[in-house]
């Protein structure tokens, strides 16, 4: 599974856009790229998954430039209840198994 | 069920003792996995069941732990001995589609916190 780099900590304000990239230089043919979201005392839930270019849902939208080596989580006017910890994964389909890193701590303030 | 229901949410118990965690997976997700998250890390994956077997069990630390799902439903993780270093919280998770098929997307339950004094 590709390894994946993100920012350890991320702060923002209520009401702003916030952008989470993610590095992955190793990505292969067949990985997809994933990411979850994990408040405190609660399992990762499921965001969103992509493969190339912009995917957007009611929660978020990732973007994927064309050489895939990166991707970045766009989160529209962010509020409170988005502090939590986001993840970054690649990897295949075929794959049996999530490699989770550390993830982004993101702190939205009033 | 609506979720993925794990118990009992917290369990302390003391060095050398057996521990089980039980998993209720979501009714008809045929995958389940657990993972084990210590403090300020990500997940770590310790098994993967299709159906009733073990399909992958290669995330398991050693052989003090152990993992069954006898129906293809509820699963329960068996830690004997348990040592300081086996505290962290244990999640559950299932899956609709097997692994390889679809889009690996899981649904976690809450965890189970486990603490050995």
């Known amino acids: 599974l590709a390894k994946t780099t993100q920012p350890i900590s991320m702060d923002s304000y209520e009401g702003q856009e916030v952008n989470i990239t993610c590095s992955h230089n190793?990505?292969?043919?067949?990985?997809?790229i994933t990411w979850y979201q994990q408040f405190p005392s609660q399992g990762p839930r499921f965001i969103i998954q992509g493969y190339k270019t912009k995917v957007t849902n009611e929660v978020a939208s990732l973007f994927i430039p064309a050489d895939r080596k990166s991707s970045t989580l766009s989160l529209p006017r962010v509020s409170l209840s988005d502090t939590a910890v986001y993840y970054c994964?690649?990897?295949?389909?075929?794959?049996?198994?999530?490699?989770f890193g550390t993830g982004t701590r993101l702190q939205v303030f009033p | 069920g609506a979720g993925v229901s794990q118990t009992p949410s917290n369990k302390v118990t003391e060095k050398g003792k057996y521990v089980e965690l039980r998993c209720d997976p979501i009714?008809?997700?045929?995958?389940l996995y657990w993972y084990r998250q210590s403090l300020g890390q990500g997940p770590e994956f310790l098994i993967y069941?299709?159906?009733?077997?073990?399909?992958?069990d290669s995330g398991l630390p050693n052989d003090r732990f152990f993992a069954v799902r006898p129906e293809g439903s509820v699963s329960t993780l068996k830690i004997q001995r348990t040592e300081r270093g086996d505290s962290a919280v244990y999640l559950c998770a299932s899956s609709l589609l097997p692994a390889g098929v679809g889009a690996n997307v899981l649904t976690f339950g809450a965890g189970s916190r486990l603490t050995v004094l």
């Open positions: 994964l690649v990897g295949d389909r075929q794959e049996d198994k999530l490699i």
């Open positions: 190793n990505i292969a043919t067949n990985d997809y």
């Open positions: 009714s008809g997700h045929t995958a």
């Open positions: 069941f299709q159906g009733t077997g073990a399909a992958d």
